[in-house]
DNA sequence: CGCGGGTTTGATGATGCTCAAGCCCGGTGG
DNA sequence: CCACCGGGCTTGAGCATCATCAAACCCGCG
């Protein structure tokens, strides 16, 4: 059953018995987004956060130019949504596709606070979730801040390894920042790095 | 007293009775700061979090070449610890340090993981917190993929129309991810932005 | 006073973008 | 089976943004 692959991601953190895994359950909806679908977009609400069963999703801001900037990848095992839209309930700025036929538990922000107060070890639960998604993201910006488009692009590749082979070229340069031409560009060697 | 600063900071949240806000207190350590003190060194572990009574405290990493990056701004309200170091006990890559003498409650890891024992409602406050957190880097993040630097300091101008006074343009620029020298020719209006 | 840190200004240079052309390659329809 | 199409990738010339380095300035403070 695909409700294991979340209650394994739970049973990292914390222990759920039979019944508050069945109450949780209840609370979930499970739903294919095919690829190229999206799961959220721009001017929407998000009414809910997605686990990833398998696929994989990405969440992106398009800019005034019209250039999509990818925040995040989410494959098996993560969540996903815009956390600004989904804890104010105002719109998104954001999108959310699909980059495969992908498979996700719901969770609206609704019976997610429901449970908080039924199971508090779900709040436990999002807390290291949402500890380890904000290192996640502060690492990130260091480094945009910090690092050249060569280096970021070699974080890149060691931090993904798998998704570093599946994935069009185009969707890694919208991630590490830079434009797909300049990113064929550091792959061939033209533009020299100075450390690694 | 300086703990009304921080009850009201829970109070926003979350509702404690007189009993626990004891508790909370007996966890907390008062402590002050002077300008240029660190509060967090590089290679230390980030044994706790901080809140602001009054002050400002920043956190910063250093690249390869020596350059500050600034992460956040902590005044008056606000929290700041390096998340990494502090949920993994590993040693920090960051820098936090006062910007003038200030005045904070220290609260440990180990503290605040019983706290959240004997106190859920505490872990429900951290959790909303730290969910606005993520938001506040997320946007960050994008703002630092989406925007040139002329707009990314109009920006900080609106966000922190308080901060832009009194802090020295070496630290805006450090925020915002150019050199003093680049942000000085920003603000003469030497460098052209397309827009806004 | 004179020192020193922050800021300004200018000349030069590197990083990464723009635009345009060509290539590769899998898919589709005749 | 082939011809064509379209999307992704590559390559190149020119350009914009921002960094580098150096000099001068400003101004509070010892």
Redesign the pocket.
């Known amino acids: 059953m695909s409700i294991q692959k979340l209650i394994d991601s739970l049973q990292k953190h914390i222990n759920l018995n039979r019944q508050e895994q069945e109450m949780l359950t209840d609370f979930l909806v499970l739903k294919i987004i095919k690829k190229k679908q999206f799961f959220l977009h721009e001017a929407q609400i998000a009414k809910e956060v997605a686990f990833v069963v398998s696929g994989c999703l990405r969440s992106y801001s398009i800019d005034q130019?019209g250039?999509e900037h990818i925040l995040q990848f989410a494959p098996t095992g993560w969540w996903i949504t815009d956390m600004y839209s989904f804890i104010s309930q105002q719109p998104t700025h954001l999108n959310i596709d699909a980059l495969m036929d992908t498979e996700v538990y719901l969770l609206s922000r609704q019976n997610q606070l429901q449970l908080f107060d039924k199971i508090p070890k779900l709040e436990r639960y999002f807390r290291i979730i949402t500890e380890n998604s904000l290192v996640g993201s502060r690492q990130r910006l260091i480094d945009n801040l910090s690092?050249?488009?060569?280096?970021?692009y070699a974080n890149f590749c060691t931090t993904y390894p798998t998704l570093i082979h599946d994935?069009?070229?185009?969707?890694?340069?919208a991630y590490i920042?830079?434009?797909?031409?300049?990113?064929?560009?550091?792959?061939?060697g033209?533009?020299?790095?100075?450390k690694s």
Chains 1, 2 share one sequence.
């Open positions: 130019n250039f690092l050249t488009a060569s280096q970021r994935l069009p070229q185009k969707l890694v340069a920042g830079v434009t797909p031409e300049f990113l064929s560009k550091l792959r061939s033209v533009a020299k790095s100075k």
